[in-house]
Structures are given as C-alpha cells and as structure tokens.
T-cell receptor
Framework: QKEVEQNSGPLSVPEGAIASLNCTYSDRGSQSFFWYRQYSGKSPELIMS????GDKEDGRFTAQLNKASQYVSLLIRDSQPSDSATYLCAVTGSARQLTFGSGTQLTVLP | NAGVTQTPKFQVLKTGQSMTLQCAQDMNHNSMYWYRQDPGMGLRLIYY???????DKGEVPNGYNVSRLNKREFSLRLESAAPSQTSVYFC??????????????FGPGTRLLVL
C-alpha cells in the first residue's frame, strides 16, 4: 500500500465548477498536510497547509482534514483555466519527512 | 531574495560519468532536501539535511551522495551516472518548528538525461 494515495485522474471540470481532489494516507502519526500545485515543467508551489481536523479556507481553496479517516481533500471553487495543473498531496509522517502522492492532473475547460 | 536556486538547469551525461548538482537557499532555513521526480511517481526523497553538518538518507539514496557545505548550500553528487537516474531533480528547503514540518520551498529543478 502506498503511503499517500491520490485519485489518479486526470480530472476535468468546466470553468466555474468546483474541483474536488482527494488524498488518503497510511501513517496515523502524520501531523502536517500540504497541497502543492505544479504546472507542467515547473516546480511545486504551496497552495494550502493544514494541521488540525476540519476545514481551512483561503480564497477559492478549501482544505479538509479528517485524521480519523486518514483523509485530506482540496476543493477549488469557481475553477479557472489557470487552475489547470497537477496537484500534489504531501504528508509528514512519524519520521517528520514529507511523503508525496503521485498527483492528480486537473484540467479546467473554458 | 532568490529563494532556492539550482544549477545546472539541464544536463546530458553518458553512462558512467559523474556530476554534481548545486543548490543554494537564501531564506536562512535549517533543513534542505533533494528529490527526484519521475513521470507518474510524484516526488521521492533522495537525501535530506535537517541542519548544517548532518545528512540522512531518504527513500531512494542508492547511487547518490550529498554534502551540506554550509547553511545555505546542499549539493547532490552522482558518482557514476546510470540511465535509471534520468529524472528531474528538485532541491527544497524548510524549517521544522515545534515538531511540525513547515512549508518546503522548491528550486526550479534540474533536468538530467543519462544516455
């Protein structure tokens, strides 16, 4: 079982819709959770970090964490073509190092 | 404030050649990392340095060595390149505060092709 799993996609949504990206992790000791966005040919950049159960909102982005279910998600409201990218879920395990999922490719259709 | 810089941006090697990838950060971070990214496999940790003077293996260390030259610089060396090391290499830096991993900031990457 992979330590961090994401729905592999690709995921396509129309412009203005909500995009939902999901991630599960296996290490119950995980404490820090991150969503990174990576445009093709570029380096990852942080979108959201979340450390406590519940929702965290930042503009059009909402991260949701459920430690009991070992599940973290990212919602993108009012999706724009500029949101088209690969989204990487990353989790800090008990070794305090980040483990990345393989990413979900999102395409927002105009 | 350049953040994390990497050199070179692109490199072609022949099997058996050696090279060093350079990384520097100007954010005064204690921790630095080297990852490789292969298609469909996300980012995998090669080596990391939690602080100046320390280095530790990550998930895929075989075939690589690292040097934490000072607080700013962290280099990755391939002693004898193999085609399996064809990848995109990212350097990153961060702080770990209160036991929590802080945001990792990534360099622009080095694209390596081993023939």
């Amino acid at each position: 079982q992979k330590e961090v799993e994401q729905n592999s996609g690709p995921l396509s949504v129309p412009e203005g819709a909500i995009a939902s990206l999901n991630c599960t992790y296996s290490d119950r000791g995980s404490q820090s959770f991150f969503w990174y966005r990576q445009y093709s040919g570029k380096s990852p950049e942080l979108i959201m970090s979340i450390y406590s159960n519940g929702d965290k909102e930042d503009g059009r982005f909402t991260a949701q964490l459920n430690k009991a279910s070992q599940y973290v998600s990212l919602l993108i409201r009012d999706s724009q073509p500029s949101d088209s990218a690969t989204y990487l879920c990353a989790v800090t395990g008990s070794a305090r190092q980040l483990t990345f999922g393989s990413g979900t490719q999102l395409t927002v259709l105009p | 404030n350049a953040g994390v810089t990497q050199t070179p941006k692109f490199q072609v090697l022949k099997t058996g050649q050696s090279m060093t990838l350079q990384c520097a950060q100007d954010m005064n971070h204690n921790s630095m990392y080297w990852y490789r990214q292969d298609p469909g496999m996300g980012l995998r940790l090669i080596y990391y340095s939690a602080s100046e003077g320390t280095t530790d293996k990550g998930e895929v260390p075989n075939g690589y060595n690292v040097s934490r030259l000072n607080k700013r610089e962290f280099s990755l060396r391939l002693e004898s390149a193999a085609p399996s090391q064809t990848s995109v290499y990212f350097c990153a830096s961060s702080e770990i505060a209160g036991g929590f991993q802080e945001t990792q900031y990534f360099g622009p990457g080095t694209r390596l092709l081993v023939l």
